[in-house]
């Protein structure tokens, strides 16, 4: 599945500081910190992950999404992913006790991805997936959203347009389209 994935770690993290273990470039404070269990306000993962519910009924996006699909991509596909990334990280604990979110950048590893990045990035998008549906949804945004899609795309029907389009490329090769906001440029893209 092609996915399209920015460094979300800045190169002046301690993620990449001089005094780095193991082959994950992982410093030896985050070994330790999952050893002395959860941190405030911070929930840490300190088995295997877990296949999610999405939050609605698995036939709530009908017509748009079958209950058939949603059994299939969720019940199995999504699944596949979790039961890949337990059994890699079944193999070795020294990345246990990351959320979700952490693991992905860990195993990113400024760019040389480890082969749990896969596993890790997939669950994840995943988990977004099913959280970034709503039955009901898929109105014109408002405010803020709206206004920056119009001043990027000229109307949100060229929005949708550019996006479908995008998306119909990955139809050989399946894959994710996402609608980002870069901050520093203050445009919403695709990639």
């Excluded at 050893?35 to 036939?59: C, I």
């Excluded at 997936?129 to 795309?153: A, V």
Aim: net charge negative; with cysteine; aromatic share 14%.
């Amino acid at each position: 599945m092609a996915s399209c994935y920015l460094n979300p770690i800045p190169t002046s993290s301690r993620l990449f500081s001089p005094d780095l273990s193991t082959k994950f470039k992982i410093p030896k404070l985050l070994h330790r910190k999952k050893r002395f269990g959860v941190l405030p306000r911070s929930s840490k993962v300190t088995a295997f992950y877990g296949l999610k519910t999405p939050p609605y009924e698995h036939d709530a996006l009908e017509p748009y999404m079958s209950k058939q699909t949603i059994d299939v991509h969720w019940g199995e596909h999504h699944r596949n992913f979790i039961e890949g990334l337990n059994k890699q990280l079944g193999k070795d604990d020294i990345l246990y006790g990351y959320t979700l979110d952490e693991l992905v950048k860990v195993t990113y590893n400024n760019g040389n991805p480890s082969p749990e990045f896969n596993n890790a990035a997939e669950v994840w998008n995943h988990d977004f997936f099913w959280e970034s549906m709503q039955p009901g949804g898929g109105d014109i945004p408002i405010l803020g959203l709206l206004q920056q899609i119009e001043k990027d795309f000229g109307s949100f029907t060229n929005f949708k347009e550019k996006f479908t389009e995008a998306a119909l490329t990955l139809v050989l090769v399946l894959g994710w389209v996402w609608a980002s906001f870069e901050e520093r440029r203050e445009t919403i893209s695709h990639c």
